[in-house]
């Protein structure tokens, strides 16, 4: 395959990730003074809103340095190859990753939506959590297609 067709979807990789950056920078160091403003006599909740949303973001960009090598995978010819079911794998294990630490950090998004009265931060949590599972079963089921046809490939050369 020529080198650089896969030029938009790495752009769109990077792209992905830079708004998220942002957000780790700017808005989730206010995210914990309010959260601590908030619930004064809860002297840990700071530190629990960064562990949670900083801890969120690492499995966020292993997925989506996986994603820019499985894209470097096909650019060299090497689609159909056990690195691209190992790059889908560590996507699919990423985005449970998401999704559980996602659900596991609710009680805390319960605590800063009750006392301000926002509800939309448990309905933004939900949809992190839904989507996170959707890209996990789509790189289950994609991992799984691939080292079917990985197989079959070998299966071929082996015959010939």
């Known amino acids: 395959m020529k080198q650089g067709s896969t030029l938009f979807l790495k752009l769109a990789v990077i792209l992905i990730?830079?708004?998220v950056l942002a957000l780790c920078i700017?808005?989730?160091?206010?995210?914990a003074k309010f959260?601590?403003?908030l619930y004064p006599d809860f002297v840990?909740?700071?530190y629990l809103v960064f562990l949670?949303?900083?801890?969120t973001a690492?499995?966020?960009?292993?997925?989506l340095y996986q994603a820019f090598k499985l894209l470097n995978y096909i650019d060299s010819n090497k689609a159909f190859s056990d690195l691209?079911?190992?790059a889908l794998k560590k996507i699919k294990h990423s985005a449970f990753a998401i999704s559980i630490l996602h659900a596991a950090g609710m009680p805390l998004v319960y605590l800063i939506a009750e006392a301000d009265d926002a509800p939309g931060l448990i309905a933004i949590g939900l949809v992190i959590i839904f989507a996170a599972i959707v890209v996990a079963v789509f790189a289950a089921l994609l991992q799984?297609?691939?080292?079917?046809a990985v197989d079959w490939k070998s299966e071929i050369d082996l015959t010939v």
């Not at 949670?52 to 801890?55: G, I, Q, T, V």
């Open 26 to 31: 700017f808005f989730v160091p206010e995210l």
């Open 17 to 19: 990730g830079i708004p």
């Open 52 to 55: 949670y949303l900083y801890a």
């Open 144 to 148: 799984k297609l691939l080292k079917e």
């Open 44 to 46: 840990l909740i700071k």
């Open 58 to 63: 690492i499995p966020f960009y292993y997925a």
């Open 84 to 86: 691209s079911v190992v």
């Open 35 to 37: 959260a601590e403003q």
